[in-house]
């Protein structure tokens, strides 16, 4: 691997120079600027940025310690949004994914990096979650998106399910639906009990409401057939009682299951049984036929608060709702 003094030599430049070509280019002429420049091409030489950091006083990167975040379809859209906001402003960041519930992996992905030498790092997860702060990450500013953590009072990104939820439900009643069955995803999860509040809070302010029918995943489930299983024991065991007017899905992916139930038992989506999801997930709600109405689940939005909040030196350490709009579709 070619260094700094490979180039300077071939360029026939002193070190200084070379650094200068790279770091103030403007202090160059042209010609010695582009006999640096074309030296480097000619090396392909690639500077060590963790060096860089070390020796600078101004250090801009930021590292990101990605909890499944990375490998995630539904979610990676937080780490696109930081890469975009970090180099719009003429940072560097640079991503170490692992997983927490490997307490070796997640040691060694802690090493790697804090190797780099960041100024500052974000932890981001896949799905909303407490999560542990490393002992040896806590001496760095950090910020948290789509997590929050008793470890540390730092400031965390992180969507309003309430308010998304809150908002899907008043379509619900607006449209005159009466008999909602509610497919939530994992009981535990701090989404779940933000969007059954939200969803009781709207459906009990109707005059004499029904009372709605409520199934929840296992715990810390991720098998969302499985979170669509009541349907299919409502269908395939107890027809003649099937009498809901809506299906509210705690995902976009209950929500695909459902259709396909549906109208394999011959119901209309929305003339028979309407069907709402959440999430507006990643690539998949335009094969929903018809399209469906769903909440976005602000992943991008996370991603760059949690970068503009370091990039930006912003001081508080508090956590910050962000806002789940309402996608409306044809199936509700």
């Not at 392909?44 to 060096?51: F, L």
């Not at 701090?190 to 709207?202: D, G, H, L, P, W």
């Not at 029904?210 to 715990?219: A, G, N």
């Not at 999430?279 to 939005?301: A, C, I, K, S, W």
Request: glycine share 4%; charged share 20%.
């Amino acid at each position: 691997m070619a260094s700094l003094k490979d180039v300077a030599r071939l360029a026939e430049v002193s070190l200084m120079t070379v650094s200068r070509a790279l770091n103030n280019p403007e202090k160059l002429s042209q010609s010695t600027l582009d006999k640096v420049r074309q030296a480097i091409v000619q090396l392909n030489y690639v500077p060590n940025i963790a060096a860089q950091n070390i020796r600078s006083a101004a250090n801009n990167t930021i590292g990101v310690l990605s909890l499944g975040t990375a490998t995630t379809p539904f979610s990676v859209e937080i780490i696109l949004a930081i890469e975009k906001t970090v180099r719009a402003h003429h940072w560097q960041s640079f991503v170490i994914n692992t997983f927490e519930n490997d307490p070796a992996e997640l040691d060694l992905a802690v090493e790697q990096l804090l190797s780099h030498h960041p100024a500052a790092i974000i932890i981001t997860r896949n799905g909303l979650k407490k999560v542990k702060i490393h002992s040896k990450l806590q001496h760095l500013p950090i910020v948290l998106a789509n997590c929050i953590s008793d470890d540390l009072h730092t400031a965390a990104y992180i969507p309003n399910d309430y308010l998304g939820q809150h908002r899907i439900t008043e379509l619900i009643v607006k449209k005159g639906y009466k008999r909602p069955l509610f497919l939530h995803i994992p009981k535990n999860y701090i989404a779940t009990q933000e969007r059954k509040k939200a969803f009781e809070e709207v459906w009990f302010q109707q005059e004499k409401p029904m009372l709605p029918i409520q199934y929840f995943m296992p715990d810390d489930g991720e098998n969302y057939f499985e979170g669509a299983q009541p349907l299919i024991d409502l269908l395939e065991h107890h027809s003649q009682e099937f009498d809901f007017d809506v299906i509210v899905c705690g995902n976009d992916r209950i929500a695909f299951v459902a259709y396909q139930l549906l109208l394999a038992h011959g119901f209309r989506i929305p003339q028979d049984v309407a069907v709402v999801g959440y999430d507006n997930m990643v690539g998949v709600r335009h094969l929903f036929m018809p399209l469906l109405t769903t909440v976005q689940l602000p992943h991008y939005e996370m991603g760059e608060q949690a970068a503009l909040h370091i990039i930006q030196n912003r001081q508080d350490k508090e956590p910050h709702w962000v806002d789940c709009p309402l996608i409306l579709g044809e199936s509700c």
